[in-house]
């Protein structure tokens, strides 16, 4: 099988080691990654927000560079929903590509067949189901089925955990006043776990609560579930 990593913005520019842990862990697996380097920005940020027509030369650009790959991973929710979902009726030769374009629980669990990866990371976690994978991908426990499987790990409940975190994109832009409400709640359910890292699949997610983690000084670090999944021993 010929596996693409599609790094997506977020992490290209801020979070690095996320697509390094993707990439690992598929290795680990005997999978051969590749980075195309022709990929951009999926446009979700233009499509989203009313530019349709702006985002079109990267829905063709996506379908350009991945189309000879026979999976896509994406270590998040939000890009991948926007490729699934929105691709297909945007720009309809898309629709083959957007089929084969993969969260990364999606590709380990349903294409792959595997729960266990071979990680060990001796830490109390909890899991946030971000909105894009939960609601548009229908992830359901997928992540949680590889957290479990991990060697070492305590993992605890998260309340409220389908409850939005504030995020939303532009939404915490447009409505900083509910977005900052709405952190507040999601970071008081954190600290209620007793965690020591919060897990996500979305990094944008975990910048905007771990930002609020920080400032409320609660020691919970966020990480995306792939660095956990790519571990292979003590976290410090």
């Known amino acids: 099988m010929r596996i693409a990593l599609f790094i ?6 801020a979070y ?6 993707v990439t690992r862990i598929l290795r680990r697996l005997g999978h051969t990654v590749d980075f195309p380097t022709g990929q951009t920005c999926c446009g979700q940020m233009h499509a989203n927000t009313g530019y349709r027509a702006e985002a079109m030369p990267m829905v063709r650009n996506y379908v350009d560079v991945f189309d000879r790959y026979d999976a896509i991973v994406a270590p998040s929710g939000s890009c991948t929903a926007m490729i699934r979902d929105q691709y297909p009726r945007l720009h309809p030769p ?4 957007a089929a084969r374009t993969f969260e990364l629980s999606e590709l ?3 294409v792959l ?3 266990d990866v071979g990680a060990e990371f001796p830490e109390t976690v909890t899991y946030h189901p971000t909105c894009h994978g939960l609601r ?6 997928r992540p949680l089925k590889l957290l479990r499987q991990v060697r070492g790990i305590r993992l605890v409940e998260l309340g409220d955990a389908e409850e939005c975190c504030g995020f939303g994109g532009t939404f915490a832009l447009k409505n900083p006043a509910v977005s900052g409400a709405m952190l507040t709640d999601k970071c008081a359910r954190v600290r209620e776990t007793g965690a020591r890292v919060l897990a996500a699949a979305d990094n944008s997610c975990l910048a905007h609560i771990g930002g ?3 400032r409320h000084r609660s020691g919970v670090r966020a990480m995306h579930y792939a660095e956990i999944l790519a571990a292979t021993g003590a976290t410090s």
Not at 16 to 21: D, E, F, M, N, V
Not at 136 to 141: E, K
């Open 8 to 13: 997506t913005c977020v992490n290209d520019i």
């Open 16 to 21: 690095p080691a996320t697509g390094i842990a």
């Open 94 to 97: 898309a629709t083959s590509v």
């Open 108 to 110: 380990l669990v349903d």
């Open 113 to 115: 067949g595997v729960t």
């Open 136 to 141: 548009m991908l229908r992830l359901g426990d």
């Open 212 to 214: 609020g983690l920080d």
